[in-house]
């Protein structure tokens, strides 16, 4: 999964398709899902998570808080890029 931001808020009329029906949908740019997408299709499970004890310096926790709903799911992002940056060394 590529990592982009999915926090952004929708620019989406959630009330206004909540009330549409199904037919009123346009799903005509919708390519329909045949036996040739699943034939190469792969599913992929999200990897779990384990809980851990973590000291960080208070400012740098302060930080990652401010930046809102999310912070663990960011530090753990940080951490990745850098485990990635120091493999490739």
Not at 4 to 18: H, Q, V, Y
Not at 36 to 43: C, G, R, S, V
Request: proline share 3%.
């Amino acid at each position: 999964m590529k990592e982009n931001n999915t926090k952004r808020k929708s620019g989406t009329d959630w009330k206004r398709l909540e009330r549409m029906t199904d037919e009123e949908i346009d799903v005509s740019d919708i390519p329909p899902l045949d036996e040739a997408f699943f034939k190469n299709a792969t599913l992929r499970m999200p990897t779990s998570k384990k809980a851990v004890s973590l000291r960080l310096d208070s400012d740098l926790l302060d930080w990652f808080r401010e930046q809102g709903k999310g912070y663990q799911t960011k530090i753990n992002a940080v951490l990745r890029v850098y485990m990635r940056a120091m493999k490739a060394h």
